[in-house]
Nanobody, 116 residues
Framework: QVQLVESGGGLVQPGGSLRLSCAAS????????MGWYRQAPGKQRELVAT???????GYADSVRGRFTISGDNAANTVYLQMNSLEPEDTAVYYC??????????WGRGTQVTVSS
């Protein structure tokens, strides 16, 4: 059973933009927190951004001001708009869902490569 599916990754030049999507197969609960993480080769997986169903958001310092997380509750979908991309943003980006009734769920990841 696939419960989180990421899409939208690809190859872009520095300064370019991408929008990632995460579709949940089950309704997102009001107590859930959705998030995006990323992992580059040789690095630990790190938090990028989070959002609640009420619209509260949080960002890692490295992406604040460049990335925007948003959600569509009716569509059970979370987005990550990435602007002003830098080579340092290159990583596999993972969707995450967690909550007291949900547990912790991960998508399989989507590759983002920023290179000229």
């Amino acid at each position: 059973q696939v419960q989180l599916v990421e899409s939208g990754g690809g190859l872009v030049q520095p300064g370019g933009s991408l929008r990632l999507s995460c579709a949940a197969s089950r309704n997102i609960r009001s107590s859930d927190v959705m998030g995006w993480y990323r992992q580059a080769p040789g690095k630990q997986r790190e938090l990028v951004a989070t959002i609640t169903t009420a619209g509260r958001t949080g960002y890692a310092d490295s992406v604040r001001g460049r990335f925007t997380i948003s959600g569509d509750n009716a569509a059970n979908t979370v987005y990550l708009q990435m602007n002003s991309l830098e080579p340092e943003d290159t990583a596999v980006y993972y969707c995450n869902r967690r909550g007291p009734l949900t547990g912790i769920l991960w998508g399989r990841g989507t590759q983002v490569t920023v290179s000229s």
